[in-house]
């Protein structure tokens, strides 16, 4: 058991169960509502009752959560409870900005802002031991990423549409091979290069978070794909549709490409608008469908590390693959992930689901916030900027590009009645 509760995997294992238990059981909070568009939508975020309740019951849960690290490392109970209430403000405040109507507008997410403020204040106030201590990035993000199981629910999925997962595999599949391909090519490292593999060509953010933690990447390396992800999904918010009408694309193409090609939700979003109602449905169905593949892509890219990285006995031969060996090292988050997929596929009910959806995700939201203020904290910005002297961003833009064109291809063929 001790060795159990030591083990950052198992510790978020069971924190995200015990979340999501209790949410099926009734004890969640209101979720937090950040959209504003002027001073006064702003003042009325901090006058609302249900964010006040909201606020207050998701800064609890993340102590409450936070606690668990403390089988983990030894820190004083004081410097843990300043270090998650600042950073939880510091979250909060990333959420304020990604919540403005026009920075929402044009997709950009709350991790980048979340990374950026806590680059900003390392950079201003350095980085205290008593604080380092006790940051523990990667067990919020794996505890988030177990959350993020119980909006994965493969009913929605299958109801969405066929041709959709059909387009959402293929495309995955493709693309992931090109740019682990490329990025090899370039000769990126291979935990930058699974991560980017990842993030082109599932869903962006979260797949880049979901590889990170089942090879238990570095967390500057996962900031540095992060940032790609956001910025270059900007322009083609912008030039994808515009590419759309100029292709004479009927909505169910234009979104279906765009859903299959943009790597943010927000992003997609915004652009599947600009085309019109239909294809903001057939961009969500897309996107929506290649995000059920993050845990059968989280399994696969463990396994694969697991036996990419064996090493060698004291005869000097390779370890034998056997099952010990990989359960040994498989992520056990993951086992957390499928099974709130699975719990709130066929065991919640319909009604539970839709009443605790928007918590869920507020909670997901928050421990991703707070991994990636402290990513931030704990990242040189020079360092960053200098991150495989352009190569990784290379590759990104390379297999972004592929990206653009088999997804177009695969739209254009398996839409043409849409």
Known sequence: MRKILKNEDWLAFFAG????????AGVYCPSVKFGWSDSSSFMGLFTSAGNL???SGTLL?????????LFLRKKKIFNLLMTLLLIFILSIISQ?????????????????FALLLGILVRSIFGLPKWMEESLHTEFYIKTGLVVLGAGIIFGEILSAGLLGLIQAVIVVLAVWFFAYWIAKK??????????????????????????????????????????????VALPMLILLPIAAKFLGLNPAQAGAWIGGTIDTSGAVVASGTILGEEALKFSTIVKFSQNVLIGFA??????????KNRKNNKEGKMEKVDFGLIWDRFPKFVLGFL????????IVSPENVAA???????????????????????????????????RPAWAFLLAQLFNIFITLGIAFLLFRQG
């Open 17 to 24: 169960l015990a979340i999501l238990l209790a949410a099926w």
């Open 339 to 346: 099974a709130a997929s699975l719990m709130y596929s066929f």
């Open 186 to 231: 370039l000769k990126v490292d291979d935990e930058m290069a699974l991560m980017l593999s990842s993030a082109v060509s599932i869903c962006g953010v979260s797949a880049a978070i979901a590889t990170a933690g089942a090879i238990k990447g570095d967390g500057k390396k996962l900031s540095y794909v992060v940032s790609l992800v956001l910025i």
């Open 61 to 69: 849960l993340i102590i409450l959560t936070g606690i668990f690290t």
């Open 356 to 390: 605790t959806k928007d918590y869920l995700k507020g909670v997901q939201t928050a421990f991703f916030g707070i991994a990636f203020v402290g990513i931030g904290l704990e990242t040189d910005l020079k360092a960053l900027v200098k991150t495989g002297d352009g």
């Open 96 to 112: 304020l900005i990604s919540g403005f109507r026009p920075v929402k507008y044009y997709g950009f997410e709350y991790v980048i």
């Open 53 to 55: 309740e909201g606020l």
């Open 298 to 307: 989280a399994v696969a890219i463990s396994v694969f590390w697991v036996l």
